[in-house]
């Protein structure tokens, strides 16, 4: 897949553009789009979607993720080219874009930042710019959506066609146990977890009602790509790493790094899902993400 996306910068009064940027900020999207968000007959391939396919879900380690979908030929790299990493992987709802399955994810290799999403193209068709790029909206500089796009794409995300693969949206409700079931048994209902790659799992021990909480802080939407992430606080004594390391090597796959003056969080090197967050506060607590567990 080519990195190499530019797009004119010849004044144009009849575009504007809107910015993306992973949290580092080493790397810089500039997305080219029509002044008029309704002018069909130039603005007919910029839209939003939600996808809440299983791979999107767990790739994102969100309830669903968000996307703008452009023809690539609308996307420059403004900075950044050489942190750009690269995941395959596949979306269900591209075949509703006459593409493959197959996608290739965009990340920043510093700050394991998710940018956007390229679907495959047939290998027997020219690489003529034209080919839809998936760029999520989480970490879209909000500053820079003009409030005609902004009204328009709360409306789009808001329409039952424009929440593809919801057949297999996440079933959190039906993942929490029947907590009188759990409390007259003798042992704590099991779930479990990990990454996209699968080079990560995990086990938790749920012994108590389990709260979820939804945190769209912008650093949680520009490390999952999408619109907010889902945090369950756990005791460390009921969460346990069943795999985060290379059976070849021994070598630590999943890292806890840094990410805020208050708080770290592990972080598979492969895939960079974002697994968790230990703040430094509650040093008997972790907190898995909600979209790593497992659907049952």
């Excluded at 209902?189 to 979820?212: D, F, H, M, N």
Aim: aromatic content about 6%.
């Amino acid at each position: 897949m080519k990195r190499a996306m530019t797009i004119s910068n010849d004044d144009d009064d009849d575009r504007i553009i809107v910015q993306s940027q992973c949290h580092c900020q080493q790397i810089a999207l500039d997305i080219s789009l029509p002044k008029d968000p309704n002018d069909d007959q130039t603005n007919s391939n910029a839209k939003v979607w939600n996808c809440h396919c299983t791979t999107c879900r767990k790739y994102h380690l969100a309830a669903y993720t968000s996307y703008l979908q452009v023809p690539k030929s609308q996307i420059s790299i403004r900075r950044g080219v050489d942190k750009i990493g690269t995941c395959s992987s596949s979306c269900q709802a591209t075949m509703a874009l006459d593409a493959e399955d197959k996608v290739e994810r965009w990340y920043c290799t510093d700050c394991s930042s998710k940018l956007m999403s390229i679907a495959s193209e047939n290998d027997n068709e020219e690489d003529d710019g034209h080919d839809d790029c998936l760029v999520n909206l989480g970490p879209i500089d909000e500053d820079t959506i003009p409030p005609c796009y902004s009204k328009r794409w709360k409306e789009q995300l808001k329409q039952k066609e424009n929440n593809l693969c919801s057949e297999n949206s996440c079933r959190w409700t039906d993942v929490i146990p029947n907590y009188k079931t759990s409390q007259e048994s003798t042992g704590a209902t099991k779930w479990t977890g990990g990454c996209a790659c699968g080079a990560s799992r995990y086990e938790i021990a749920v012994t108590r009602p389990a709260q979820l909480q939804h945190c769209y802080c912008h650093l949680c939407r520009e490390l999952s790509g999408g619109p907010f992430m889902t945090w369950i606080p756990v005791h460390k004594c009921d969460f346990a790493w069943k795999k985060q390391s290379s059976s070849v090597t021994d070598d630590a796959i999943v890292r806890l790094v840094r990410t805020t003056p208050f708080g770290s969080r592990h972080i598979c090197s492969r895939c960079r899902g974002v697994l968790t967050i230990v703040y430094d506060s509650q040093p008997g607590l972790v907190w898995p993400c909600a979209g790593g567990i497992d659907d049952v």
